[in-house]
């Protein structure tokens, strides 16, 4: 009663049932679904925007759906169900009227989706939805905590529970231990399962368990699993989940009233009766499960070899439960129902995944690492760790702009486990506090880690400070463009003083001057940090003192601080710290207001620091401030670069800034954009003439026409190896 009120009628069609369908018009369609409408439909469509036409699982769909074009525009008119489905989202049929599609993401790969207005990813359970399920489905307070607080405790069970299926099939198979062993020990903790695959394998063993006290003859287990594995594998392979009589017949499924019930549902009446698996899931599960049955190694390559081919990840879920098999803990968990499985169907997998990883790392991304991750569930399904080792090795992994659930996360950890100092670039994942607590056990071998972009907050800093206290290996790490910036900031930098951190990338944290303290904390003690980037931050402020007093005693070779709100009441601080620092070789202070009478004092200390490159444009300097540039530049003897870029320069000091320059050894000057003219054509000519190490100058973005011109060319004739830049 309060959304979508502008819809007088919602027509519901699932793309499974339209599977069955030929050749129809538009009109046939709603009215075999509803046939009681048969007197009115001509008025129905006579008012499009009045119409929500909903399309359930485009991914079950076998028809050719291209949503690039479409020409259908009478409903009345007969073609295949694609057609109609493109023309009503494209609106050349029915305009005005709205479409809702839902899908699994696998297809949406194969598919053109640019012409959809919104498309929603469904995240499934948040931790509040996973307690109330879990207290309705229990029903009984004493087994619903105990059932989540241990999934609670195992986080990559917890991680599946935030997809709706997983986490109705995680309580039934809880429920099932509970009910056989009330008491939580250690054996049932470590019989619970760690995969997709175990998880499947834990709910069919209990349900064969229970199918063995009440058996109805010497129809095994095994020949029906055989025979409706079969089944499920041919439907997998030809996008098809209703199932009819003659498919039963066909694979030789007997329909036995206690087993079959179990894993499949009946609808519909005699003779049109149809089957379908109570998830797609459980149809992969058998789909892949009966080639470990009833292994045969070309059989096999060619499900494989077909599986690869298709592009709308029809074949996805089926693979990675192949690749579950191949682990013999899992395959041990249906042998006392099911008899041996395979070993001979494990190593072919097992080569197949190796040559899959192979081939993976070596073709160029087609679809942003995303085939990658695949690879890496594949792996992550098979529990095989050294398989892992040789696949992926020392191979670094970049997974950056690839969004990354929670479960993408726990899948990576496991990988990661196996690695040993590798980098990792994974900016702009979208990965979270929740996407990172997953990946901490794994991020103790790391050399490199990227994780800039990523939303992570003040909450977010314990464990990056668990991250780079336990990891001796770790030089370099990237947190820049995420919102760190609160009370625990402090842990992290507390972490950093027993880090062998080499660069630290903090750039645009949100930090403020009261996280100042922390960072003089965590540089101050910290005997390896070379490189500090703290641009796009708030830094200005009385604990900026605190900062620059820690840079003395620290080993810093680069400081970035672009952007930082510094002004000249900053100076004397700057000045501190760099006066003081013997190791200090580049300074950028771009983007900052530095004006004022203490900019003498920073221009003081550059006379005895040891820097090599210094940034200064765009810092808001003016001709009054070119007697102080040259006496730092004058009595400076390391200095090579100097960018005064973006500066109002022009006036009668200039010539002292020119004439300081022809005593210093700096052999790049970046001049663009500081308001020249041509009155300062001479003091430049008089700077360039009487240097003998410059040999880049910029003076882009100035007005230097007029007289004096030919002055400052005739004084670069020779003299500069890469020319002036004008």
Request: charged content about 20%; overall charge negative.
């Amino acid at each position: 009663g309060k959304h979508y009120q502008r819809f007088a009628f919602v027509f519901f069609f699932r793309f499974r049932d339209l599977n069955r369908l030929g050749e129809v018009s538009l009109e046939e369609i709603i009215l075999q679904q509803y046939p009681y409408l048969e007197g009115q439909i001509g008025d129905i469509l006579e008012d499009p925007e009045r119409l929500l036409f909903i399309f359930d699982g485009l991914d079950e769909s076998i028809h050719q759906i291209d949503f690039r074009s479409s020409k259908l525009s009478n409903p009345k008119q007969r073609t295949d169900i694609g057609e109609i489905v493109v023309s009503l989202v494209r609106q050349s049929l029915l305009k005005g009227c709205s479409v809702l599609m839902t899908s699994r993401p696998t297809r949406l790969g194969s598919v053109n989706t640019d012409v959809f207005q919104r498309i929603v990813e469904i995240m499934g359970f948040l931790q509040r939805d996973r307690r109330i399920f879990f207290n309705h489905f229990f029903g009984n307070e004493e087994w619903s905590e105990k059932a989540f607080h241990y999934v609670q405790e195992n986080d990559t069970l917890y991680t599946f529970c935030y997809i709706p299926a997983y986490c109705w099939i995680i309580c039934t198979v809880l429920s099932m231990c509970f009910r056989a062993q009330p008491t939580i020990t250690d054996q049932l903790m470590t019989s619970l399962p760690k995969t997709v695959t175990q998880l499947f394998v834990t709910f069919v063993s209990n349900i064969l368990a229970n199918h063995s006290q009440n058996t109805d003859g010497a129809h095994t287990a095994r020949e029906l699993l055989t025979s409706m594995g079969w089944m499920a594998e041919h439907g997998v392979m030809n996008h098809m989940i209703v199932f009819d009589e003659r498919h039963l017949e066909s694979f030789s499924v007997r329909n036995d009233k206690h087993l079959f019930s179990s894993f499949l549902m009946e609808s519909g009446q005699p003779p049109d009766v149809d089957y379908t698996f109570l998830h797609l899931t459980l149809q992969e599960f058998f789909a892949a499960l009966v080639h470990f049955i009833d292994y045969d190694a070309d059989r096999l390559q060619e499900t494989l070899d077909k599986a690869e081919s298709y592009e709308d990840g029809r074949a996805e879920i089926f693979l990675r439960f192949l690749c579950g098999f191949s682990d013999s803990t899992t395959r041990s968990m249906l042998k006392s129902h099911v008899g041996e499985l395979s070993t001979q169907a494990a190593r072919h997998v097992i080569t197949w995944i190796r040559e899959k990883t192979t081939k993976q790392r070596s073709d160029k991304p087609t679809r942003g690492n995303r085939d990658l991750l695949n690879v890496f569930y594949y792996l992550h399904e098979s529990r095989n760790k050294a398989l892992v080792s040789q696949c992926i090795g020392s191979n670094n992994i970049d997974f950056s702009n690839v969004p990354l659930s929670p479960l993408d996360c726990s899948v990576l950890s496991f990988i990661l486990q196996s690695c040993r100092e590798i980098e990792v670039n994974l900016s702009s994942c979208n990965i979270e506090s929740k996407g990172l607590r997953q990946l901490i056990p794994a991020l103790h071998n790391i050399k490199s880690l990227g994780l800039d972009r990523n939303h992570l907050t003040d909450s977010s800093c314990p464990h990056l400070a668990s991250v780079i206290r336990n990891n001796p290996t770790l030089r370099t790490l990237d947190l820049s463009h995420n919102n760190l910036e609160g009370p625990h900031f402090g842990d992290l930098m507390a972490a950093l003083t027993t880090s062998r951190i080499e660069e630290f990338q903090l750039y645009n944290n949100h930090l403020t001057d009261s996280s100042c303290p922390h960072l003089a904390s965590g540089i101050r003690n910290n005997p390896t940090l070379r490189t500090l980037n703290l641009s796009g931050n708030n830094l200005e402020g009385p604990n900026f003192g605190d900062l620059m007093a820690a840079l003395t005693t620290s080993r810093i070779e680069e400081l970035q601080l672009v952007g930082n709100h510094l002004t000249d009441s900053s100076c004397p601080h700057l000045a501190s710290g760099i006066r003081n620092n013997p190791t200090l070789r580049t300074l950028d202070l771009s983007g900052n207001n530095l004006e004022g009478p203490h900019f003498r004092d920073l221009m003081a200390a550059l006379t005895t620091s040891r820097i090599e490159e210094l940034h200064l444009d765009n810092t808001h300097l003016t001709d009054s401030s070119c007697p102080h540039l040259a006496s730092g530049i004058r009595n400076n003897p390391t200095l090579r670069t100097l960018n005064l870029s973006g500066n109002n320069l022009e006036g009668p000091h200039f010539r002292d800034l020119m004439a300081a320059l022809t005593t210093s050894r700096i052999e790049e000057l970046q001049l663009m954009y500081t308001h020249l003219t041509d009155s300062s054509c001479p003091h430049l000519a008089s700077g360039i003439r009487n240097n003998p190490t410059l040999r880049t100058l910029s003076l882009s973005g100035n007005n230097l026409e007029g007289p004096h011109f030919r002055d400052l060319m005739a004084a670069s004739d020779n003299k500069l190896d890469r020319g002036i830049t004008v």
